[in-house]
């Protein structure tokens, strides 16, 4: 199993960029897809980027061609580069890993504490 633990939140004017990190431990970890998920006050989390094993990438529609996606197995982290920050991006940030489809179900017996990205003028 992994325990992922995200940094690198903040505030951030719009337009603006940030990287936040999702620091993972478990032997297993390349093995995993990671997905970083987002939720908004009174919204359900949502799926915004996804990383395979092999080094596949997919996002949201809504973030496509601003964020970027990435890993560091030797370092058992992942990272989401945020470029071109609009106010609705404003969301706590967790990240977690899994088998693809769990990635892509978003179910999970354990998330982190997510780091907060507020985007604010």
């Known amino acids: 199993q992994v325990q992922p633990v995200e940094s690198g939140g903040g505030l951030v004017q719009p337009g603006g960029s940030l990287r936040i990190s999702c620091a993972a431990s478990g032997s297993r970890f390349s093995v995993y897809a990671v997905g970083w998920y987002r939720q908004a006050p009174g919204k359900q989390r949502e799926l915004v980027a996804l990383?395979?094993?092999?080094?596949?990438?997919n996002y949201a529609d809504s973030v496509r061609g601003r964020f970027t996606i990435s890993r560091d197995n030797a370092k058992n982290t992942a990272y989401l580069q945020m470029d071109s920050l609009k106010l609705e991006d404003t969301a706590v940030y967790y990240c977690?890993?899994?088998?693809?489809?769990?990635?892509?179900?978003?179910?999970?017996?354990?998330w982190g504490q997510g780091t907060q990205v507020t985007v604010s003028s």
């Open positions: 990383i395979t094993s092999d080094g596949s990438t």
């Open positions: 977690n890993a899994g088998s693809l489809l769990v990635v892509l179900a978003g179910r999970y017996d354990y």
